[in-house]
């Protein structure tokens, strides 16, 4: 498989993001190929700070200093993370990435121009794709799986995201894919599309 490729996969929690990323990588992995999986918010200084903040479920939300906080995290992961994967050549596939700040720290009706902006040292990924699943079954799936949910994972933001997030797919910033499937249908359709742009990219 031709290297490097940067890959992001973006969705609502519960929408089957785990699950794909441990496909993908058992896949990857049968092919011999060098890859990483990350993610954001990161392990590092900024990342572990937010982690911290998101588990207040009752707290009011701030979007702009949640985007602030995400912008910093997201410099210190491009540059000790995803940047010195690629430079090795490798195909860098991470969890989250600067358009869930685009949907998550975006009101609705405004302020995705400012998010921009902010992250615009973060350069587009070469693949960003959005699980498009139904909020009420991501919601149902959360509520069957965890004890306590996070600030973000109310039923009013998450249906605010998920609008904002398509909204993400009409402007091109995010490639839709059918997350309502059986998994194996959802991991063959992105690891097609991955080797789709990695074709691409080496043509």
Not at 89 to 97: A, S
Not at 139 to 152: F, K, Q
Request: one cysteine or more; glycine letters at 6%.
């Amino acid at each position: 498989m031709g290297l490097p490729l940067f890959v992001c996969i973006e969705g609502l929690d519960g929408s089957g993001k785990s699950t794909l990323l441990e496909a993908l990588s058992h896949r990857l992995s049968d092919e011999g190929t060098d890859f990483i999986l990350t993610s954001e918010p990161t392990d590092g200084p900024i990342g572990t700070s937010i982690k911290r903040y998101l588990a207040v479920s009752d707290r009011a939300r701030d979007v702009a200093f949640e985007a602030l906080m995400f912008a910093a995290d997201r410099l210190w992961h491009i540059a000790n993370v995803v940047e010195p994967a690629l430079d090795r050549g490798e195909l860098v596939i991470t969890d989250r990435y600067k358009y869930s700040s685009m949907a998550y720290q975006t009101p609705a009706g405004g302020m995705i121009e400012w998010v921009e902006e902010i992250n615009r040292f973060a350069p587009d990924a070469d693949l960003a794709v959005f699980l498009d699943a139904d909020p009420e079954a991501c919601i149902s799936r959360l509520e069957g799986t965890r004890s306590t949910a996070s600030v973000m994972e109310n039923r009013e933001t998450l249906w605010e995201i998920y609008g904002n997030s398509r909204r993400l797919v009409e402007l091109g910033k995010l490639t839709r894919v059918d997350a309502e499937r059986d998994q194996t249908q959802v991991a063959d359709e992105v690891l097609n599309m991955i080797l789709a742009k990695q074709r691409q990219s080496h043509a």
